[in-house]
């Protein structure tokens, strides 16, 4: 899964002094014919951090994906909600 990236940088923003951070984002995002991702756009964002908000573009960008040969590039979205522990 590749969360865990995503919620390091909602940690970090947490942690430079931003305790009340909250939100949700809707991830698009396109995966080649080769598995990589080819695009990335944040809508749907409540949360409101640019710098959160390129840290988790960044961290998409790295990702790559196993696909079958002969796969046609895919779009997808992703919805993530983001809240501090209440530990």
């Given amino acids: 899964s590749f969360y865990p990236e995503i919620r390091r940088c ?4 947490l942690k430079e002094g931003k305790p009340g951070l909250a939100g949700k ?3 698009e995002f396109d995966v080649d014919e080769r598995g990589a991702v080819s695009k990335v756009l944040i809508r749907d964002d409540t949360v ?24 046609s590039p895919q779009t997808i ?11």
């Fill in 10 to 13: 909602y940690e970090r923003a």
């Fill in 25 to 27: 984002y809707t991830i």
């Fill in 48 to 71: 409101g951090d640019t710098k959160m908000a390129a840290c988790v573009r960044a961290r998409i960008w790295t990702w790559r994906f196993v696909v079958s040969a002969g796969a």
């Fill in 77 to 87: 979205r992703y919805p993530v909600t983001f809240r501090a522990s209440l530990n």
